[in-house]
């Protein structure tokens, strides 16, 4: 079965950091291109960050683009959100997501469970 | 970039078939094929239901369809089961090769 399994969230004040890893079981990451999803407590899902199989082509949400690092290691079978300078409207939980094979870009068929990161002083 | 629009909520009986509309426009839902729908059942992770417009991934009921005219994306269920009651998610892939997500659904099953 495939699994994948966020860590590294927490309380964090304003303006700290916080680095969110997802380990896979069950599959290679290595064909995979991967995204960042978060949902707030009680509201909808907003698209964070994508990352192409190789990393070689990177995305960013306009609301976390310079503040957020997405990567990845292959060999490591894990995926990483790097995440400066939180505000708190960063305070979500953070998915972690598979790409439909089949699909050319953003259809996600793998999440995972999440993390949770609050952002408050 | 601007949350696509659903709306809140929706509801049916079961046997019925309702359909949830997701509107953008010419930067997302209009110009790409690349619209996916998500149903979340509380407590759970979304899961995948129809994915570039139309396409369901193996296992999903085929009470499930999707459709797209202009801006706006269409997501049909037919036969309408209690299990189908949840938050459905839309989403598209925009001109600035970003993710924009719809603002969710609640579907309520009488």
């Known amino acids: 079965e495939v699994q994948l399994v966020e860590s590294g969230g927490g309380l964090v004040q304003p303006g700290g950091s916080l680095k969110l890893s997802c380990a896979a079981s069950?599959?290679?990451?290595?064909?995979?291109?991967m995204n960042w999803v978060r949902q707030s407590p009680g509201k909808g899902l907003e698209w964070v960050s994508y990352?192409?199989?190789?990393?070689?082509?990177?995305y960013y949400a306009d609301s976390v683009r310079g503040r957020f690092t997405i990567s990845r290691d292959n060999a490591k079978n894990s995926l990483y959100l790097q995440m400066n300078n939180l505000r708190a409207e960063d305070t979500a939980v953070y998915h972690c997501?598979?790409?439909?094979?089949?699909?050319?870009?953003?259809?996600?068929?793998?999440w995972g469970q999440g993390t949770t990161v609050t952002v408050s002083s | 970039q601007s949350a696509l629009t659903q709306p809140a909520s929706v509801s049916g009986s079961p046997g019925q078939s309702i359909t949830i509309s997701c509107t953008g426009t010419?930067?997302?839902?209009?110009?790409?094929?690349?619209v996916s729908w998500y149903q979340q059942h509380p407590g759970k992770v979304p899961k995948l239901m129809i994915y570039?417009?139309?396409n369901r991934p193996s296992g999903v009921s085929n009470r499930f369809s999707g459709s797209k005219s202009g801006n706006t994306a269409s997501l049909t269920i037919s036969g309408l089961q209690a299990e189908d009651e949840a938050y459905y998610y839309c989403?598209?892939?925009?001109?600035?090769?970003?993710?924009?997500f719809g603002g969710g659904t609640k579907l309520t099953v009488l």
């Open positions: 997501t598979r790409e439909h094979i089949a699909a050319r870009i953003y259809a996600m068929d793998v």
């Open positions: 069950g599959v290679s990451l290595s064909i995979y291109e």
């Open positions: 990352i192409s199989s190789s990393g070689s082509i990177i």
């Open positions: 010419s930067s997302d839902v209009g110009g790409y094929k690349y």
């Open positions: 570039e417009v139309n």
């Open positions: 989403s598209s892939y925009t001109g600035s090769s970003t993710l924009v």
